[in-house]
Nanobody, 123 residues
Framework: QVQLVESGGGLVQAGGSLRLSCTAS????????MGWFRQAPGKEREFVAA???????YYADSVQGRFTISRDNAKNTVYLQMNSLKPEDTAVYSC?????????????????WGQGTQVTVSS
């Protein structure tokens, strides 16, 4: 079992930045690929970014060039640096961990999920 706890959400003006963190409970963190997903009110959950065990990164087109995912295995933590935020980035952001499928953009690939952190971008 892996427990994931997100932090760093909040209210920010359009054009601003936030950095989300997700800390895992297990020391085998480095054996998991990690992803960030988001869900806005009335919308389906969508893929945001992922980082593989070998540090390859993947992004949704909507955040490419604005968001950066990274990981620190020594701290069991994955980060999502979000710059140039837009009102349409407003959502609950959740991190997730997966070990086997390698299909990072699909939520169903992930084995463990955090509870999420709210990000609100005002115009």
């Amino acid at each position: 079992q892996v427990q994931l706890v997100e932090s760093g959400g909040g209210l920010v003006q359009a054009g601003g930045s936030l950095r989300l963190s997700c800390t895992a409970s297990r020391r085998t963190f480095s054996s998991y690929a990690m992803g960030w997903f988001r869900q806005a009110p009335g919308k389906e959950r969508e893929f945001v970014a992922a980082i593989s065990r070998s540090d390859s990164t993947y992004y949704a087109d909507s955040v490419q060039g604005r968001f950066t995912i990274s990981r620190d295995n020594a701290k069991n933590t994955v980060y999502l640096q979000m710059n140039s935020l837009k009102p349409e980035d407003t959502a609950v952001y959740s991190c997730a961990a997966e070990r086997t499928s390698g299909i990072y953009y699909q939520g169903s690939s992930y084995d463990y999920w955090g509870q999420g952190t709210q990000v609100t971008v005002s115009s």
